[in-house]
């Protein structure tokens, strides 16, 4: 909240044209941002505001061990960073851009930025249950994960404006090690999460399972080798033009970057 950087004042160093002004990632993923977003620190769980001219991500810093939310916002066509203050759970902002989601809590944005820090209420503030993220849905659908209860996840849907009791899902997502840092589509139509199974690339994979005519949901499908390698792959995220996939990356033990690749290989998966 009072920590601010332009990169505006240096030739060499100015951030300008969408997307951080980089150059955009085809087929195989990419480092984004490199010096910029992701440095020497561990940076992850990169997300936009549904305008785009706000880039958010979280970083822990390998000097004090500190994690922070940071941003950096577009002004005048030039990105400017600063700090919302420290990470609470594993951020992700809702589709409309009012709400952004803290795992069990959430902050609603102000005229001013963003309010304190909120609690979900008594169905996902529970002892017994772990969530370090949680995705929400244009339709008020909610996905999260649960570390506390042999990492499952859980999905909780709006019906008549009321929000139904949290309950998990089945086979097709919790199956194997672990499945983790759920992402839903905007408009539901599929989950994108991190898992680790025998049939798996390595660490943790990223896996993709799309809603079926009937509401259910399909089978996992593995994004494949060009995502997935043998480190550990988390924390999926498409931005809100639907063209990017952003996820995590191992680089080396306890570190990680933010990378993107173009989100068309979604379409490739989607059963025909």
């Given at each position: 909240m009072n920590s601010h950087k332009s990169y505006s004042l240096g030739e060499s160093s100015i951030l300008t044209g969408p997307y951080l002004g980089e150059e955009l990632p085809g087929s195989i993923p990419k480092v984004f941002a490199p010096g910029v977003v992701s440095t020497e620190h561990r940076d992850n769980n990169a997300f936009f505001a549904p305008d785009m001219n706000a880039f958010y991500f979280t970083r822990k810093d390998v000097n004090d061990g500190k994690w922070s939310l940071i941003v950096f916002k577009a002004k005048n066509n030039r990105w400017h960073e600063s700090v919302v203050g420290p990470r609470v759970g594993r951020p992700l902002m809702a589709p409309d851009g009012k709400t952004m989601h803290l795992g069990k809590h959430y902050m609603q944005r102000t005229d001013s930025g963003w309010s304190e820090v909120k609690?979900?209420?008594?169905?996902?503030?529970?002892?017994?249950?772990?969530?370090?993220?949680?995705?929400?849905?244009?339709?008020?659908?909610?996905?999260?994960?649960?570390?506390?209860?042999?990492?499952?996840?859980?999905?909780?849907?709006?019906?008549?404006?009321?929000?139904?009791?949290?309950?998990?899902?089945?086979?097709?997502?919790?199956?194997?090690?672990?499945?983790?840092?759920?992402?839903?589509?905007?408009?539901?139509?599929?989950?994108?999460?991190?898992?680790?199974?025998?049939?798996?690339?390595?660490?943790?994979?990223?896996y993709i399972s799309f809603r079926q005519h009937d509401g259910s949901w399909g089978e996992a499908i593995n994004l494949g080798d060009t995502i997935n390698t043998e480190v550990r792959e988390a924390s999926a995220y498409v931005t809100p033009d639907g063209k990017y996939l952003f996820f995590n990356r191992s680089v080396s033990p306890g570190n990680g970057d933010i990378f993107w690749v173009d989100a068309k290989i979604i379409e490739t998966l989607r059963p025909k």
């Open positions: 609690s979900l209420g008594p169905m996902f503030d529970r002892e017994d249950w772990g969530i370090m993220r949680l995705s929400a849905s244009a339709q008020g659908t909610y996905v999260f994960d649960d570390y506390k209860s042999d990492d499952v996840i859980r999905i909780s849907m709006l019906k008549n404006g009321k929000r139904l009791a949290p309950k998990l899902l089945g086979p097709e997502i919790n199956t194997g090690k672990y499945n983790a840092h759920p992402f839903i589509a905007p408009d539901d139509s599929y989950l994108i999460w991190d898992g680790q199974r025998d049939s798996g690339f390595g660490d943790s994979d990223l």
